[in-house]
């Protein structure tokens, strides 16, 4: 799914902080209630005094009142007094029942103390008369909260930077784990193990990552083929080189002990000549396969393309019959002449070649809406059915055991050799180059009997220009 990853960020960030938003703001609210009422034993000391000083003031009068708050301010350094409650309304205004009944001068110690404040409150005990009031403002000792500055520090900075590492922490891994399977992966690649691949350990996900391990395995798959290709090409190649190196090698011991020397400078110019048409063959298959070429910047007339080579390859093979049914004109549009003809010369030629000369062989060009179809059968012995995707592969013959004899008997020099398998690869690349396809069939007669080869190229009238 494209964009996956991105929306999957986006939730368990945007979920993530608005948690946390919500977990800061209930526990600071919980800390601050918790933390803000007076201790039970401070709010029973605070109900304490103010009951002694009822108790001096009713037996002992107001003087022996005065000197216990004295010596009780001296002892716990705050600001102490008593008072009445008796605040008079002027301008006759009406007061409410609730400060008629109740009216108080400072906080009762059972509320909640405002820990953001810095001052201490003033608590207000009232006497038994409730008229008569002990006020004392709450002595540092008291003060609730003391540990609140600590608690606030935590959840406001410490929960969020724990967990917000944790979600980082499960991000990172979330994003890491593909990497490091990527990483892995080059890393075996590059050391040789061509047969690594990403993918399928990633199947549980569907994201921009599993995007990029495809993108890997598409890369590995294709190198890993070019290697493979590249290393049996330079194994065929080597091999396809020993038979006129050897020749070689006799024709200069011929020169040597000038036994025929005509005959042996005639044979090296030969084998020469083979051997450079060998590795010019193998050299454009290599770079059709590494380079990929495009070749889509030629529009030509194909028709009038395959005639020239039908009239160079009547030339070459004057005993054979070569009919063509082609079109006054067939124009293709963003293709390649060149590749194109060579890939088509290449197939013409084999079926010439592999047909007996007193048998015809057939090019035929129809169009379709959007494809050209070019159908080259021949009336030679065809290909065994289970081989008709080999003939594609570089240096695959079918009769190779013909070839070896032929390679290691007295070729004369003129007489046509036997192909080294190039010919078909080249035609395949040559045309999906240009964006087209080609297939072999054999075609049989009505009491199935095989008739000879039929390959189909289809080209694309125009091609797409990527
Ligand atoms: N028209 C055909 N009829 C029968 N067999 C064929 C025909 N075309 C190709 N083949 C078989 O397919 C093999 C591969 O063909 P390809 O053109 O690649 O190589 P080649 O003709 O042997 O050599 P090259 O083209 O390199 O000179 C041939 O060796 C031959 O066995
Ligand atoms: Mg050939």
């Not at 022996?64 to 007094?81: G, M």
Request: hydrophobic share 40%; net charge negative; charged share 25%.
């Amino acid at each position: 799914m494209k964009n996956r990853l991105l929306i999957k960020l986006c939730c368990i960030i945007g979920a993530g902080t608005v948690l946390l938003f919500w977990m800061i703001d209930i526990l600071s609210s919980q800390a601050e209630q918790s933390m803000s009422s007076i201790a039970d034993e401070h709010k029973q000391e605070l109900r304490d005094f103010a009951k002694q000083a009822e108790y001096i003031y009713l037996k002992q009068g107001e003087a022996a009142l005065e000197v216990w708050l004295d010596d009780l301010r001296e002892q716990e350094k705050t600001w102490i007094a008593v008072a009445y409650s008796d605040i008079k309304p002027l301008a006759n205004s009406d007061f409410t029942y609730r400060y008629e009944q109740g009216i108080w001068l400072g906080r009762s110690i059972d509320w909640m103390i405002h820990l953001y404040f810095e001052y201490n409150p003033i608590m207000d005990i009232p006497f038994s008369d409730k008229n008569t009031h002990f006020l004392i403002q709450l002595p540092q000792r008291m003060r609730p909260g003391k540990y609140y500055t600590y608690a606030d520090s935590a959840i406001q900075f410490a929960l969020p930077l724990v967990l917000l590492s944790l979600l980082s922490l499960v991000l990172y891994q979330h994003l890491m784990s593909p990497l490091r399977r990527l990483e892995n992966a080059t890393k075996q690649f590059s050391e040789g193990n061509f047969d690594v691949r990403i993918n399928a350990s990633l199947d549980s996900r569907d994201d921009e990552l599993t995007a990029l391990a495809d993108t890997f395995d598409h890369m590995a798959d294709r190198t890993s083929k070019l290697i493979a290709s590249q290393r049996q090409m330079l194994s065929d190649l080597s091999h396809e080189l020993r038979t006129p190196l050897t020749r070689m090698d006799m024709a200069v011991d011929f020169l040597e002990l000038q036994l025929d020397p005509k005959k042996a400078a005639d044979r090296l110019r030969y084998e020469a000549i083979n051997m450079r048409e060998l590795v010019e063959d193998a050299l454009t298959l290599a770079y059709l396969d590494t380079e990929r070429p495009k070749l889509n910047n030629e529009t030509f007339d194909l028709a009038e393309l395959i005639n020239v080579i039908c009239e160079d390859s009547r030339f070459e093979y004057p005993k054979h019959t070569l009919i063509t049914h082609l079109p006054d004109q067939a124009l293709i549009k963003n293709s390649s002449q060149r590749a194109l003809g060579q890939g088509i010369e290449n197939v013409i030629r084999n079926a010439l070649h592999y047909t007996p000369t007193d048998k015809n062989v057939m090019v035929s060009l129809s169009k379709t809406d959007t494809l050209y179809s070019l159908v080259i059968q021949d009336e030679g012995q065809g290909v065994p059915e289970e081989l008709l995707e080999d003939i594609f592969k570089p240096f695959f013959r079918v009769d190779k055991a013909r070839t070896l004899s032929d390679a290691q008997s007295e070729l004369k020099i003129g007489q046509k050799r036997s192909g080294f398998g190039l010919g078909l690869s080249l035609a395949l690349r040559q045309v999906e180059a240009v964006k087209g396809t080609i297939k072999a069939s054999n075609y049989y007669s009505a009491d199935a009997q095989k008739l000879g080869l039929l390959i189909t190229i289809e080209l694309p009238c125009v091609s797409a220009e990527s």
